[in-house]
């Protein structure tokens, strides 16, 4: 079973930016469908953003899709996630997975990592 780590996280301010960054130690996620979710305290797991393994189609929550992008680094075998605008309720630990049979349904992702903490004050 391949875990992911996250990378990236951290507190900032509303209005600030945070890049998050998904590896795979010792294995390739190349041509693999690649997620991002999260889940804020008392709250469940919520998908966010989705990519394709070329990289060319990709899906957002709606509540991220004007300030979130996803993309991914075949050289580096990374996925990013680039959030702009943040918002206080963006707060949440934010995990990477491969994609299952569903771009947006999380419940048919694997892989999950550990997720990173971002915090966001207002």
């Known amino acids: 079973q391949v875990q992911l780590v996250e990378s990236g996280g951290g507190l900032v301010q509303a209005g600030d930016s945070l890049r998050l960054s998904c590896v795979a130690p010792g294995h390739t996620f190349s041509g693999y469908a690649m997620g991002w979710a999260r889940q804020a305290p008392g709250k469940e797991r919520e998908f966010v953003a989705s990519?394709?393994?070329?990289?060319?189609?990709?899906y957002f929550a709606d509540s991220v899709k004007d300030r979130f992008t996803i993309s991914r680094d075949s050289a580096k075998n990374t996925v990013y996630l680039q959030m702009h605008s943040l918002k206080p309720e963006d707060t949440a630990l934010y995990y990477c997975?491969?994609?299952?049979?569903?771009?947006?349904?999380?419940?048919?992702?694997?892989?999950w990592g550990q997720g990173t903490q971002v915090t966001v004050s207002s």
């Open positions: 990519i394709s393994g070329s990289g060319v189609d990709k």
């Open positions: 997975a491969r994609v299952g049979g569903s771009f947006r349904s999380i419940e048919s992702w694997s892989w």
